[in-house]
């Protein structure tokens, strides 16, 4: 029986936190049929650790180059100037853009106009260089959703990373071209929206995510202290299951397909 070969749809595997641990973590996470790796990108730091690391780990080990809202948020004028400049040089070397979008969150709610302005422009390099978008969107869709339809459609399509809001805004998502990536929110309590979202969502609509090392799942015998990692995919996957009544393969193996159409991984 050949081994499974499933993707993680969104993971920060050029984290510092991670930069003493990547070969174990990498070495887990294919034990258990965890082989290709999604990369959210945050900065040109990020991205040059990403194509290191890409040349280590080959073709799937997928770049993503974007400037993270919550860099945007923080950065001066000129910073965010410089590196939407950057950005530009790299993205024919990138599979996508992202992660961009806007985070009004209560901790990172800063120069909501910048996040703007640098969500557009992102947007905007996206059709440019015809590269499928990484979103993240906290607290703050119903904008993010006005500068994306007015900047509609997306031939490359993307995904709109650790989703927990309705299945009202996500099916408004999936028909702009985006897949709902689900995270380790649906194994912890609350995120009621979005649990009432998951049994009406087909699973043709949704990729599976860890967002490692970020958002620990909520896992027996997994300290909420610790750094998350891509071999809890199937924790993750196994939550979505027994919602929708099948099983972790089923929803890994759609995932993965999902993944690599968007992607055009081989």
């Not at 969150?105 to 120069?111: A, I």
């Amino acid at each position: 029986m050949k081994s499974p070969q499933w993707i993680d749809a969104h993971c920060h595997l050029a984290s510092e936190r991670l930069k003493d641990s990547l070969a174990q973590v990498i070495e887990r996470s294919q034990q258990v049929g965890v082989t290709g790796w999604i990369q959210g990108g945050i900065d040109p730091h990020d991205w040059n650790r990403q194509k290191e690391l890409q040349t280590q780990y080959g073709s799937r080990f997928i770049t993503s180059f974007g400037l993270h809202p919550w860099w945007v948020g923080a950065a001066s004028f000129e910073a965010l100037e410089s590196g939407l400049k950057v950005l530009e040089q790299f993205l024919p070397q990138a599979h996508a853009v992202g992660e961009l979008g806007l985070d009004f969150g209560k901790t990172h709610d800063l120069n909501r106009s910048q996040q703007l302005k640098a969500f557009k422009e992102q947007v905007i390099l996206a059709k440019r260089y015809q590269k499928p978008m990484v979103l993240h969107v906290v607290k703050a869709h119903t904008e993010a959703l006005e500068i994306l339809k007015s900047l509609a459609p997306f031939p490359q399509g993307g995904m709109v990373h650790s989703f927990t809001a309705s299945y009202e805004i996500a099916e408004i998502y999936y028909k702009l071209g985006f897949f709902i990536s689900l995270g380790g929110a649906v194994t912890q309590e609350g995120y009621f929206a979005l649990k009432k979202a998951i049994p009406l969502l087909f699973l043709t609509q949704i990729v599976v995510e860890t967002d490692s090392p970020d958002q620990v799942p909520r896992l027996e015998g997994v300290a909420p202290q610790t750094d998350n990692e891509p071999r809890h995919l199937i924790a993750i996957a196994r939550a979505i299951a027994e919602v929708k009544g099948t099983t972790v393969e089923t929803v890994l193996n759609q995932s993965t397909q999902n993944l690599e159409k968007l992607f055009r991984i081989t």
